[in-house]
Every structure is written in structure tokens, then in C-alpha cells.
């Protein structure tokens, strides 16, 4: 039987004014209208600031015990967490599996159009039991309308299992309630094209979960100063970067900061704190692991000791 369920109320469903005569409109005034709207996903995250620091803070809290991070979504939603996850190995150097995203029909619709897989809760519930998620873990359901059953019955799962569960929704809780930890609403109103949540409402999203992840790695020790020290240095630009990163923070000439690069393995963190104490390598990363990575933390002890 069809599901005929009404979601005409849901504010990403709602027809948006000020767009009523969008097809009507000039290149340049759709690019103005756009621009004007998009503001809206700007001021949405920024309304959801204590509820985005405690998801830094509880994610981190997790992570730091072992833990793992988990977007799900379906459509965009599950195409921006996959997006964000991959992002992180290569920013930050951290292991394929600690930061993960699970979609609605998997890697095949995030090329290829899969909404209808949306609609099984037990698809949702199913992908938290595969991936043996613990009460060290964190799940983020992302839906920007509310109700995608996939990620309401990974949600559920999820907390059946101890795990953190966190909510990432475009409509308000009294539209759509949830029992969640934490439960983020980014309310960019409706869209320029009625429905279209890949949007304002991706947008939103998309620097919500830019915060979150980036905001994770910072707790975890993965920066110093506003510097990528854990970058993966696997390519040509990588490499650049990293160089850059050793030139600026120790005054060192691009010979010598390679050098110093090449000794510590091609890790950045471990090349600062090598420059900075003398250590040598074996010495050095024991040092950090013994401050859980901490570079800022572990040339502190290392100089309280000298």
C-alpha cells in the first residue's frame, strides 16, 4: 500500500515568497536571489552553536576513549556525510575508519539517485548493527526534512547500543521530535525551489558538519596554532603545503625543513617536535604518543623536564 502521509507542513517543503516568479527571473537576478537566500544557511548554523560545541565536545570525549564517528543519511544528506568523512584522512591523517559514512543504497548512490531507500527504517537499523557500533561511538543522522526513516531507525539502533546520537535536521523539533543527545535544527526556511533541500538546507549542513569534523580534530590534537601538522603528505600540493607549515612555524630554508621532513617519516607534528626538542625520531613519536598526540602538550612537558 502507498504510503499518502501529507509533509506539506514540513518548513523544507513550504513555498518560499520571495521565489514565486523564479522562472521568470534574469541569470543575474537568480544569481542575486540565490545569494540573497544562501545568507539564511549562514545564520542557521550560527543560531546552533552550543548545541554544534557540545557535539565537538562529546564527540571528542568518545573518540578520545577509542570511539568512532558516524554520518548516515540518505540523498544529499548522506552524500554530504560520506563527502565529510572522506575529507578527514587526508586533512588530518587519521585511520579510514574512524571517521565513517553510511548512505541509503551505498557507495552506488553517490552517483546514482537512490532516494527510495530512504523510506526502510530497517536498512538504517541494519547499518548500525554491521559496523558493530559501541557506547564508544557517535551517530549523526542527517535529514534535512526531519523524517527519512533510514536514519530514524539507525538513530534508534544506535542509542539501543549506548552509542552518542546526534540529529541534524532543517526543520523545528515541533515538526518533527526525536530522542536524541543532541539534537541540532538548522532552520534556513524554504527553499528557492520548493522542496529542493539540497540547497539552502545541503549548505547548512555542509558547514555544520565542516565544524564538527574539523572541530573533533582540533580536540584531538590533529592542529597546532590553525596549522594542518597531521596532514597525509601524499601528494605534490600536500607536500608543498607541509613545507610551508615547517618553513613558517621554525624559520628553517625549504632544504632543510625536506630534510627534517624525510627524517620524521613525512609527518609534520613529529617533525616540529623533533626541531623543537632535538630528539630524534623513535624518541619523539614515543614522546607524543605519550600526550595522545598532543604536540603543543608534549614540547611543554619536554621542556618543564629540560
Known amino acids: 500500500m502507498v504510503n499518502l502521509q501529507e509533509r506539506g507542513h514540513l518548513l523544507t517543503e513550504q513555498v518560499n515568497p520571495d ?3 523564479l522562472d521568470q527571473l534574469s541569470a543575474v537576478e537568480l ?3 540565490f545569494n540573497s537566500e544562501d545568507q539564511k544557511a549562514v545564520a542557521a548554523v550560527a543560531a ?9 565536545e562529546q564527540t571528542a570525549a568518545r573518540l578520545h576513549q577509542g570511539g568512532r564517528l558516524f554520518y548516515i543519511g540518505a540523498g544529499t544528506s548522506g552524500r554530504l556525510g560520506v563527502l565529510d568523512a572522506a575529507e578527514c584522512p587526508p586533512t588530518f591523517c587519521t585511520p579510514p575508519e574512524l571517521v565513517q559514512g553510511i548512505i541509503a543504497g551505498g ?30 561511538d557517535v551517530v549523526v543522522g542527517i535529514t534535512a ?7 530514524h531507525g539507525a538513530l534508534s539502533a544506535a542509542r539501543q547500543r549506548g552509542a552518542v546520537t546526534i540529529f541534524i535536521a532543517c526543520v523545528p523539533q515541533e ?3 526525536i530522542d536524541v543527545d543532541i539534537d541540532i535544527r538548522l532552520l534556513t526556511g524554504p527553499e528557492v525551489l520548493a522542496g529542493s533541500t539540497r540547497l539552502k538546507a545541503g549548505t547548512a549542513t555542509k558547514l555544520a558538519l565542516n565544524i564538527l569534523s574539523t572541530g573533533v580534530m582540533v580536540k584531538l590534537g590533529k592542529v597546532y596554532g590553525n596549522r594542518m601538522v597531521d596532514v597525509a603528505v601524499t601528494n605534490q600540493k600536500l607536500l608543498d603545503r607541509a613545507l610551508r607549515i615547517l618553513q613558517d612555524l621554525t624559520g628553517l630554508s625549504r632544504e632543510t625543513a625536506n ?6 617519516g613525512k609527518w609534520v607534528k613529529l617533525a616540529l ?18 600526550h595522545q598526540g598532543n604536540l603543543r602538550a608534549a614540547v611543554a612537558s619536554y621542556q618543564d623536564k629540560s
Open 31 to 33: 544569481v542575486e536571489l
Open 48 to 56: 546552533a552553536k552550543a548545541q554544534l560545541a557540545s557535539a565537538i
Open 145 to 151: 526534512g526531519g523524517t527519512t526513516p533510514f536514519v
Open 273 to 290: 617536535l623533533m626541531h623543537w626538542t632535538g630528539l630524534e625520531k623513535e624518541a619523539g613519536d614515543k614522546l607524543l604518543s605519550e
Open 19 to 21: 521565489s514565486l516568479n
Open 107 to 136: 557507495a552506488g548512490a553517490l552517483v546514482r539517485s537512490s532516494e527510495d531507500l530512504e523510506d526502510r527504517a530497517e536498512d538504517g537499523e541494519a547499518a548500525i548493527a554491521q559496523r558493530h557500533i559501541t557506547q564508544l
Open 259 to 264: 630534510s627534517l621532513l624525510e627524517r620524521s
Open 175 to 177: 515538526q518533527v521530535s
